[in-house]
């Protein structure tokens, strides 16, 4: 099946501070999905992002399918902003079902 | 509006017992999803549904595990004679389905099964 890893794995960042997570994946996909895992269990929804660039507030995401990887950037973190941080995929042709990343456990202090 | 709503949120249950767990997908939803999510770990794909019609049962780990959607609706997913590995949160989650443009899933808050 379709390989989904994440980096890093953990990164602990003070209040103000940007980030970058990655996302890289095995084959072709048509669905990617980043969420965000809060410390209640959560998941919530940020990105749906097959392909291309999106951006919501201080979150933004960019997908370049054919190099099979995809962007999460925080800008001025917040202490909210803590949690895990899931990228999904769906391969291209495949079951519909997602196939998720370990994630990236984010710890903002502040 | 409604997002996707689980029950029971909390569930402990003795080793051998068999367990009901309930998805209410939003409504207008045609595609209903189960995944398992153990702890550190993003969450498994276990099994999907069009409307009642189960489209791939692959990811259910052994034949304990059973999942219907009579109606096209709710959806019930089953573990018979539960181990301490079961152990676990599972989460539903639901989308539009049937390859609109946007068919993205939206998951519930999980119910977190504990086996003693």
């Known amino acids: 099946g379709i390989q989904v890893e994440q980096s890093p794995p953990d990164l602990i960042l003070q209040e103000g501070a940007n980030s970058t997570l990655r996302c890289n994946f095995s084959?072709?996909?048509?669905?990617l999905q980043w969420f965000h895992q809060n410390p209640w269990g959560q998941l919530i929804n940020l990105f749906y992002i097959p392909s291309g660039t999106k951006q919501n507030g201080r979150l933004s995401a960019t997908t370049v399918a054919t190099e099979r990887y995809s962007l999460l950037y925080i800008s001025s973190s917040q202490t909210t902003d803590s949690g895990v941080y899931f990228c999904?995929?769906?391969?291209?042709?495949?079951?519909?079902?997602?196939?998720f990343g370990k994630g990236t456990h984010l710890i903002i202090q502040p | 509006g409604a997002g996707v709503s689980q029950s029971p949120r909390y569930k402990v249950t003795k080793r051998g017992q068999d367990v009901a767990l309930r998805c209410d997908p939003i409504s207008g939803h045609v595609s209903l999803y189960w995944y398992r999510q153990a702890l550190g770990q993003g969450p498994e794909f276990l099994t999907y549904?069009?409307?009642?019609?189960?489209?791939?049962k692959s990811g259910l780990p052994n034949d304990r595990f059973s999942a219907e959607r009579p109606e096209g609706s709710i959806s019930t997913l089953t573990i018979q004679r539960t181990e301490q590995r079961d152990s676990a949160m599972y989460r539903c989650?639901?989308?539009?389905?049937?390859?609109?443009?946007?068919?993205?899933?939206?998951f519930g808050p999980g119910t977190r099964l504990t086996v003693t």
């Open positions: 084959d072709s996909v048509n669905n």
């Open positions: 999904a995929v769906e391969m291209d042709g495949g079951a519909d079902g997602l196939t």
């Open positions: 549904f069009n409307y009642e019609a189960q489209q791939d």
């Open positions: 989650a639901s989308s539009l389905g049937w390859r609109v443009p946007l068919d993205e899933q939206y």
